[in-house]
């Protein structure tokens, strides 16, 4: 049994007075929820306000990038290692957002995987099709891709600390959802690949979450489908008595 991840991806919101708020009031919420984990990703300037006033709770801190690079003239980058030091213990990695705004490819999403692990974090690694990539029935090759290239140089001895979210691009922001079904069927198709690469075990143990328009009205359907160990949430996310109301689903 996969204990349950619900993480909040801020996206470019809030400031550092504003984060501090909705911590003090998500950390009343999960008191007594130690059946799943409760990750909240802010934006880089609030994450070591935030990882001080996380200490000793049970939630996950989260980044929502990093750089693909170590150290050095990068100007304007935050490496893994900064990250790790501020207080993350997660990161997100290959957001859709990041992939088409940003224009990161499979390569640099994989250097990126790469640069976590080291420092110790745990990737939440965002994959998923767009509305072209879905009507033209290429969904199962263009995750098949994404997980192929993105996770190709992870040992398997690194799975154990992976995390997978799968976004349908046209569900973000959408106010649309994957019906749990589209959800639950791609869910089973990721873990099917993890298991031909790695074995049974880690594809097994390996959580794989959704996003796209999680609500506290649809979180519950999801969570009901076997493959589906979480979400990633985005606006739902930003209001804390929202969010609460996902994460106690
Ligand atoms: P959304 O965003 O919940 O607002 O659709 C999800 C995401 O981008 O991770």
Same mark, same amino acid.
């Given at each position: 049994?996969?204990?349950?991840?619900?993480?909040?991806?801020?996206?470019?919101?809030?400031?550092?007075?504003?984060?501090?708020?909705?911590?003090?009031?998500?950390?009343?919420?999960?008191?007594?929820?130690?059946?799943?984990?409760?990750?909240?990703?802010? $934006?880089?300037?609030?994450?070591?306000?935030?990882?001080?006033?996380?200490?000793?709770?049970?939630?996950?801190?989260?980044?929502?990038?990093?750089?693909?690079?170590?150290?050095?003239?990068?100007?304007? #980058?935050?490496?893994?290692?900064?990250l790790a030091d501020a207080g993350c213990t997660h990161v997100i990695i290959g957001?859709?957002?990041?992939?088409?705004?940003?224009?990161?490819?499979?390569?640099?999403?994989?250097?990126?995987?790469?640069?976590?692990?080291?420092?110790?974090?745990?990737?939440?690694?965002?994959?998923? #099709?767009?509305?072209?990539?879905? #009507?033209?029935?290429?969904?199962?090759?263009?995750?098949?891709?994404?997980?192929?290239?993105?996770?190709?140089?992870?040992?398997?001895?690194?799975?154990?600390?992976?995390?997978?979210?799968?976004?349908?691009?046209?569900?973000?922001?959408?106010?649309?959802?994957?019906?749990?079904?589209?959800?639950?069927?791609?869910?089973?198709?990721?873990?099917?690949?993890?298991?031909?690469?790695?074995?049974?075990?880690?594809?097994?143990?390996? $959580?794989?979450?959704?996003?796209?328009?999680?609500? $506290?009205?649809?979180?519950?359907?999801?969570?009901?489908?076997?493959?589906?160990?979480?979400?990633?949430?985005?606006?739902?996310?930003?209001?804390?008595?929202?969010?609460?109301?996902?994460?106690?689903?």
């Open positions: 049994m996969i204990r349950p991840i619900i993480a909040a991806n801020w996206k470019m919101n809030k400031t550092v007075s504003e984060s501090l708020d909705f911590v003090s009031r998500l950390m009343q919420l999960v008191i007594g929820m130690n059946d799943r984990q409760v990750v909240i990703a802010p $934006p880089f300037t609030a994450l070591y306000a935030v990882g001080a006033a996380l200490k000793g709770s049970s939630i996950g801190l989260a980044a929502q990038n990093l750089s693909e690079n170590k150290d050095g003239a990068y100007t304007g #980058e935050v490496s893994a290692r900064m957001h859709s957002e990041r992939r088409t705004i940003f224009g990161e490819s499979n390569d640099v999403i994989r250097a990126k995987i790469s640069m976590a692990l080291q420092s110790g974090m745990q990737p939440i690694v965002c994959i998923g #099709e767009t509305i072209e990539e879905r #009507e033209s029935g290429r969904t199962f090759d263009v995750i098949a891709k994404q997980i192929k290239e993105g996770l190709n140089q992870i040992e398997t001895s690194d799975i154990k600390h992976i995390i997978i979210a799968y976004e349908p691009v046209w569900a973000i922001g959408a106010g649309k959802t994957a019906t749990p079904e589209q959800a639950g069927e791609v869910h089973g198709f990721i873990r099917k690949l993890m298991e031909e690469r790695y074995g049974e075990e880690p594809a097994r143990r390996l $959580p794989v979450l959704y996003g796209g328009s999680v609500n $506290p009205d649809n979180i519950g359907k999801l969570m009901a489908q076997p493959d589906i160990n979480g979400a990633l949430v985005g606006g739902a996310g930003l209001n804390v008595d929202t969010f609460g109301k996902i994460i106690s689903f």
